[in-house]
């Protein structure tokens, strides 16, 4: 069968499915965040497939709310500052040049998920239930992954096989693996039975694994930050959280130590030739010279950006006007397609404006998840009070990562963040409802007083 068939086919089952109920296409979305088709079926690539069948599923999605009712409102900070990226990701193109359109449509395909998300999932169950989804698609990217190694698939680097699973990118892989650890901790010390947690023990060791044979170092340094924060997060007694904290390191350095020759050596290798790189030359640096052009192209065009996917053309005429011999050199190199950072990316590309709503989406996203996590925690739901401060990881990870990758593309983020509107919409409901049941036995527990006063006399 013909990618092209695929497409095809996928996108008529995505309508129907969304037009009898959008939360079965939910599974399709997360599996797309987890495989790249391009990959495998190359032809795809004149076709756009993630902004086909997303824009089926918005039109069925439409089409589902106008016959049966929206149910629940979304009404959030965070989804009105992805509108508001969508509208200017759009603006930007108009006004742009440099822009190109293939890389417009896809970071509007890629935002997506994040209204399907926000307006779809209403129970308690649904969101526990895209948790375990991430997790287990997780764990299969994983498996495939392990293959791979196992039978010499990936990329040579330096004489290094770098495995990226389903991903392209073996930094995307590793990372989203990185990212998916959090959730995991969640459900590992939740209520789940024992059989349960030792399948949530036994994802996590797939996904260490996953992260060692990618050798990504924006992967290992976010797991660091994840496992250094979470007991801060997850813990509120202190010696608790330093003594989780010094545990986990013991566990990292042990393992490490133990671990075979060549694997130890490429991690190493990998960790500290971050900070040896200086020329976009050489293939693991870009990070001084990019970073460089991306800040004098937001300063030239502060408002609108150069648009998404004109980054690489105008690092070229800034680095040709430039006095600066390494920017210079480096006006061809392939490394100049990206700036390795986030902020300066989404800077030189959308403007300050479109800087500042990304920012705003983060900064709302973390408060958020941490407001929701306090009233689960009084309401006494545990396990959702941890997929909350899960999130916090998540978002700071996410922000982390991005000081050194392009995270405004990343898939996972935008089907993690909508997750904060559906959470907190859930706090409240269960909110309301303790103070119904409270106010209820309060009515129960407290007996009418009665009556002390003298008869009033009405005259005959």
């Given at each position: 069968m013909s990618?092209?068939?695929?497409?095809?086919?996928?996108?008529?089952?995505s309508f129907i499915l969304t037009v009898i109920n959008p939360f079965l296409v939910l599974p399709i979305f997360i599996f797309a965040h987890f495989v790249e088709p391009i990959q495998f079926f190359p032809e795809l690539r004149n076709y756009n497939p993630g902004l086909t069948v997303g824009l089926a599923v918005l039109v069925a999605l439409i089409i589902h709310f106008a016959v049966k009712g929206v149910g629940v409102s979304a009404q959030s900070k965070q989804l009105t500052l992805v509108l508001l990226l969508i509208i200017w990701v759009l603006l930007s193109y108009a006004?742009?040049?440099?822009?190109?359109?293939y890389v417009s449509t896809y970071q509007i395909q890629t935002m997506i998920p994040f209204i399907l998300f926000a307006y779809v999932i209403k129970s308690r169950?649904?969101?526990?239930?895209?948790?375990?989804?991430?997790?287990?698609?997780?764990?299969?990217?994983?498996?495939?992954g392990i293959y791979c190694a196992l039978n010499n698939i990936g990329i040579s680097d330096r004489g290094m096989l770098r495995i990226g699973g389903f991903f392209e990118n073996p930094n995307d892989f590793g990372l989203t693996m990185a990212l998916l650890i959090p959730f995991s901790i969640s459900f590992l010390f939740s209520s789940?039975?024992?059989?349960?947690?030792?399948?949530v023990i036994l994802s996590i060791c797939l996904f260490l694994l996953s992260i060692m044979y990618s050798y990504s170092r924006n992967a290992f340094f976010s797991l660091m930050l994840i496992l250094s924060m979470f007991p801060f997060?997850?813990?509120k007694k202190m010696h608790l959280k330093l003594l989780t904290v010094g545990g986990t390191i013991f566990v990292l350095l042990f393992a490490f130590y133990f671990m075979p020759a060549g694997p130890k050596y490429r991690i190493y290798y990998r960790a500290t030739g971050v900070l040896e790189a200086e020329s976009a030359q050489d293939v693991d640096s870009g990070r001084t010279e990019t970073n460089k052009a991306g800040i004098r192209i937001m300063s030239q065009n502060p408002i609108f950006g150069v648009g998404l996917g004109g980054f690489r053309s105008a690092y070229t005429d800034v680095a040709l006007s430039s006095n600066d011999i390494n920017l210079v050199g480096t006006a061809r190199s392939p490394q100049a397609a990206g700036a390795h950072n986030v902020l300066?990316?989404?800077?030189a590309q959308l403007g300050i404006v479109g800087l500042i709503l990304y920012l705003l989406?983060?900064?709302?996203?973390y408060m958020e998840a941490r407001r929701t996590?306090?009233?689960?925690?009084?309401?006494g739901d545990k396990l959702l009070a941890l997929l909350s401060s899960s999130i916090q990881v998540f978002v700071v990870a996410s922000l982390f990562t991005g000081m050194f990758t392009q995270m405004f593309g990343a898939k996972i983020f935008w089907v993690v963040i909508p997750l904060v509107i559906v959470l907190k919409r859930l706090a409240l409901q269960q909110q309301e409802e303790f103070a119904k049941v409270a106010e209820e036995e309060k009515a129960v527990l407290l007996p009418s007083r009665p009556f002390r006063g003298r008869p009033r006399c009405h005259p005959a």
């Open positions: 990618g092209l068939t695929i497409l095809i086919l996928g996108t008529i089952g006004f742009n040049s440099h822009n190109l359109l169950e649904q969101v526990i239930a895209v948790f375990w989804m991430l997790l287990g698609f997780g764990v299969i990217a994983s498996l495939y789940y039975g024992k059989v349960t947690k030792g399948l997060v997850y813990f300066v990316q989404i800077g989406l983060v900064y709302f996203s996590a306090l009233l689960f925690h009084t309401s």
